[in-house]
């Protein structure tokens, strides 16, 4: 696929000794290491020639980083990564296979967070039904006294850090997904449970682990806390706690504490980074203990949940800047170059490390220095891919920070029944993974600096002067919606006001028999704009080329992109003060922009920025949709006031 314009930034990395100097042109590293990871571990994450694969949480991390690397890229090879991982166990009925649910260990419901995307993705009933398995293990999984989950059943009354990632983000997703209200208190709870109990409060640190029994050689017997506070168990803690969040309703009471949690964590973890590297020690408060050292694992884990923290506002942007010390020692301490050109590797992650079972591990300090340190293993590098994926987006220019794009949802309202039976809005919404969605366009956005935000109500003054960019698209009609909302003369004089003042517009229409245009062509005509009613660019089957738009050059917004995929659109009619910016070969108008006193209004006779047509899974390398949708969202960071 043609290299999105979101990453004309990247950079290559020269070795020089142990470290990376900066030359241009060339892969993100986090590509680079996405490269690595799907040519050494190509056949589902086969770790050891000749055994067999297992369903092992291992694999979910690296799982986690090539999703955030797809939403990001628009590459469809890595949801084709992803989805070749999971079907090697996902049957067409919906079992797990190599997956024994009566385990009860939180360590198997991580990779579960992969098959909901798949789920959400391509609306497989095959993947809800998989998901399912591990919220049912879930609803009867043994706890403590209290409420909190095992971290498996082998490992009775105990609590560890690690559990809470592998089991709440899945947790939250789902119960969201279902609208299982209900089940946010609990989730929440987790997080309170094992800070109450393994919190110290003279470091600020959490302890490995908790046994409630008190039972464990490694427990204290006064607290039940094990002896250390291990890098990555609370690397574990911080990611879960970002990804939960995800998902976690704002209004919800517990809300509140979860973010107080996070910035304990964040002062903790700052505390404890080596002042000097950037870095983080294995046992995180004995950097003069015999044999410690820097792990990578804890670093990337750190450096993400810090990262992405700051990019949804739970943490303050001053936090920030133990990302970027972290993430630069990253790069100087552990990345080298990989086998192969365009690949690198992670160095520096300790193998595992835990508590009890055969042989018994006792928590010691000596213990956790002993394990095995390798280079390229999948929790680092996993760990690795989120890190870096964060640190890439946080290092784009923010030329709309603070700014809101308002997604209408009232002249749009299309209802269907989800999985569950729950009537729900679909049809171009920020959140939707799935074809007709518009979550990728949404990430390009926000990647801007806008905040998304979708409206259900009319168009109103308060509404629209807290948004800088208003979309409204395929206006409903009858057929598709009993009680269609339909442009009207308030509505248009609200919104032609706002753009007056400074409002940047966009409008996208549908062919003529998808949209209701007679009312739109009220408000699009103020502008000089018309929506002539027909249907250009029909395409037969997979006939993509039927649908090609060419670009020439000096687009005033397509700069790089030189053919788009549009299909099925309403051609345009124009008059002063719009101009057309882009015709078909027949010489229809494509794609208007209009001046109006000082805002700005663009209008395309189609919703063409919808997942199906830029995340990668469809089209043809030779388009460039993706590339076009960052492009226009460049162009509306422009242009707000």
């Given at each position: 696929?043609?290299?999105?314009?979101?990453?004309?930034?990247?950079?290559?990395?020269?070795?020089?000794?142990?470290?990376?100097?900066?030359?241009?042109?060339?892969?993100?590293?986090?590509?680079?290491?996405?490269?690595?990871?799907?040519?050494?571990?190509?056949?589902?994450?086969?770790?050891?020639?000749?055994?067999?694969?297992?369903?092992?949480?291992?694999?979910?991390?690296?799982?986690?980083?090539?999703?955030?690397?797809?939403?990001?890229?628009?590459?469809?090879?890595?949801?084709?990564?992803?989805?070749?991982?999971?079907?090697?166990?996902?049957?067409?009925?919906?079992?797990?296979?190599?997956?024994?649910?009566?385990?009860?260990?939180?360590?198997?419901?991580?990779?579960?967070?992969?098959?909901?995307?798949?789920?959400?993705?391509?609306?497989?009933?095959?993947?809800?039904?998989?998901?399912?398995?591990?919220?049912?293990?879930?609803?009867?999984?043994?706890?403590?006294?209290?409420?909190?989950?095992?971290?498996?059943?082998?490992?009775?009354?105990?609590?560890?850090?690690?559990?809470?990632?592998?089991?709440?983000?899945?947790?939250?997703?789902?119960?969201?997904?279902?609208?299982?209200?209900?089940?946010?208190?609990?989730?929440?709870?987790?997080?309170?449970?094992?800070?109450?109990?393994?919190?110290?409060?003279?470091?600020?640190?959490?302890?490995?682990?908790?046994?409630?029994?008190?039972?464990?050689?490694?427990?204290?017997?006064?607290?039940?806390?094990?002896?250390?506070?291990?890098?990555?168990?609370?690397?574990?803690?911080?990611?879960?706690?970002?990804?939960?969040?995800?998902?976690?309703?704002?209004?919800?009471?517990?809300?509140?504490?979860?973010?107080?949690?996070?910035?304990?964590?964040?002062?903790?973890?700052?505390?404890?980074?080596?002042?000097?590297?950037?870095?983080?020690?294995?046992?995180?408060?004995?950097?003069?203990?015999?044999?410690?050292?820097?792990?990578?694992?804890?670093?990337?884990?750190?450096?993400?949940?810090?990262?992405?923290?700051?990019?949804?506002?739970?943490?303050?942007?001053?936090?920030?800047?133990?990302?970027?010390?972290?993430?630069?020692?990253?790069?100087?301490?552990?990345?080298?170059?990989?086998?192969?050109?365009?690949?690198?590797?992670?160095?520096?992650?300790?193998?595992?490390?835990?508590?009890?079972?055969?042989?018994?591990?006792?928590?010691?300090?000596?213990?956790?220095?002993?394990?095995?340190?390798?280079?390229?293993?999948?929790?680092?590098?996993?760990?690795?891919?989120?890190?870096?994926?964060?640190?890439?987006?946080?290092?784009l220019p923010k030329p709309a920070k603070g700014k809101t794009v308002l997604l209408d949802s009232y002249f749009?309202?299309?209802?269907?029944?989800?999985?569950?039976?729950?009537?729900?809005?679909?049809?171009?919404?920020?959140?939707?993974?799935?074809?007709?969605?518009?979550?990728?366009?949404?990430?390009?956005l926000e990647s801007k600096g806008f905040k998304l935000s979708t409206t259900y109500a009319a168009p109103s003054?308060?509404?629209?002067?807290?948004?800088?960019?208003?979309?409204?698209?395929?206006?409903d009609t009858k057929k598709e919606t009993p009680d269609p909302k339909f442009m009207n003369a308030e509505h248009?004089?609200?919104?032609?006001?706002?753009?007056?003042?400074?409002?940047?517009?966009?409008?996208?229409?549908?062919?003529?028999?998808?949209?209701?245009?007679?009312?739109?062509?009220?408000?699009?005509?103020?502008?000089?704009?018309?929506?002539?009613?027909?249907?250009?660019?029909?395409?037969?089957?997979?006939?993509?080329?039927?649908?090609?738009?060419?670009?020439?050059?000096?687009?005033?917004?397509?700069?790089?992109?030189?053919?788009?995929?549009?299909?099925?659109?309403?051609?345009?009619?124009?008059?002063?003060?719009?101009?057309?910016?882009?015709?078909?070969?027949?010489?229809?108008?494509?794609?208007?922009?209009?001046?109006?006193?000082?805002?700005?209004?663009?209008?395309?006779?189609?919703?063409?920025?919808?997942?199906?047509?830029?995340?990668?899974?469809?089209?043809?390398?030779?388009?460039?949709?993706?590339?076009?949708?960052?492009?226009?969202?460049?162009?509306?960071?422009?242009?707000?006031?």
């Open positions: 696929m043609k290299r999105s314009f979101l990453f004309s930034f990247s950079l290559l990395y020269i070795v020089i000794g142990n470290s990376f100097t900066l030359q241009a042109q060339d892969k993100p590293l986090s590509e680079q290491m996405a490269a690595t990871v799907m040519d050494i571990w190509a056949d589902s994450l086969e770790m050891e020639p000749g055994k067999a694969v297992k369903w092992s949480y291992d694999q979910g991390v690296i799982l986690e980083g090539i999703d955030a690397i797809w939403k990001r890229t628009g590459n469809g090879k890595y949801f084709d990564y992803m989805k070749k991982s999971m079907d090697f166990f996902v049957t067409d009925q919906g079992e797990v296979q190599r997956y024994k649910q009566k385990e009860y260990n939180i360590d198997h419901i991580k990779n579960a967070r992969t098959i909901l995307t798949l789920y959400k993705v391509t609306g497989q009933q095959k993947y809800f039904k998989a998901a399912t398995l591990f919220w049912e293990q879930l609803q009867t999984h043994p706890r403590t006294k209290e409420g909190g989950f095992w971290h498996k059943k082998i490992y009775p009354y105990q609590m560890w850090l690690d559990g809470l990632y592998m089991g709440q983000p899945f947790y939250a997703e789902y119960a969201a997904l279902t609208k299982n209200d209900a089940a946010f208190d609990d989730i929440a709870n987790q997080f309170i449970f094992m800070e109450n109990h393994a919190r110290d409060a003279k470091t600020g640190l959490l302890y490995h682990g908790w046994d409630e029994s008190k039972e464990q050689k490694w427990a204290n017997p006064k607290t039940g806390t094990s002896p250390h506070f291990w890098g990555r168990a609370m690397g574990w803690y911080g990611m879960g706690l970002v990804d939960v969040l995800d998902n976690f309703p704002k209004d919800h009471p517990k809300h509140k504490a979860l973010l107080d949690i996070l910035k304990r964590f964040t002062a903790a973890v700052g505390k404890y980074q080596d002042a000097k590297s950037g870095l983080w020690y294995d046992v995180m408060d004995l950097p003069k203990g015999k044999g410690n050292y820097f792990e990578s694992s804890a670093a990337n884990m750190f450096v993400y949940a810090i990262a992405k923290g700051v990019r949804k506002g739970y943490l303050p942007a001053s936090d920030l800047k133990i990302a970027q010390k972290g993430y630069a020692g990253i790069k100087k301490e552990f990345i080298e170059t990989g086998a192969k050109p365009g690949q690198v590797n992670l160095k520096g992650t300790v193998t595992v490390s835990g508590l009890g079972g055969k042989p018994y591990r006792d928590g010691s300090y000596e213990y956790y220095i002993s394990e095995k340190v390798i280079t390229n293993d999948p929790k680092g590098v996993g760990a690795f891919l989120l890190a870096a994926s964060e640190m890439e987006l946080a290092e749009n309202n299309e209802m269907q029944k989800d999985q569950s039976g729950h009537q729900v809005s679909w049809h171009y919404k920020w959140p939707d993974l799935d074809n007709n969605g518009f979550s990728k366009w949404g990430g390009l003054v308060s509404d629209l002067n807290s948004a800088a960019v208003y979309i409204i698209v395929d206006p248009v004089k609200t919104i032609t006001n706002w753009v007056k003042a400074g409002g940047v517009l966009v409008l996208m229409g549908n062919d003529a028999a998808n949209a209701e245009l007679d009312h739109f062509n009220e408000l699009t005509s103020k502008f000089g704009i018309t929506f002539n009613k027909d249907s250009k660019g029909r395409v037969t089957g997979n006939q993509f080329e039927m649908g090609a738009v060419a670009v020439p050059s000096g687009n005033s917004i397509f700069k790089k992109s030189k053919k788009l995929y549009i299909k099925e659109y309403s051609s345009l009619t124009t008059s002063s003060p719009a101009a057309s910016i882009l015709k078909d070969k027949e010489g229809s108008v494509v794609m208007a922009v209009a001046p109006y006193m000082k805002g700005k209004v663009f209008v395309i006779g189609d919703p063409w920025l919808y997942n199906e047509y830029i995340d990668g899974r469809k089209l043809p390398v030779s388009f460039d949709n993706f590339q076009a949708a960052n492009e226009l969202s460049e162009w509306l960071a422009t242009q707000v006031q």
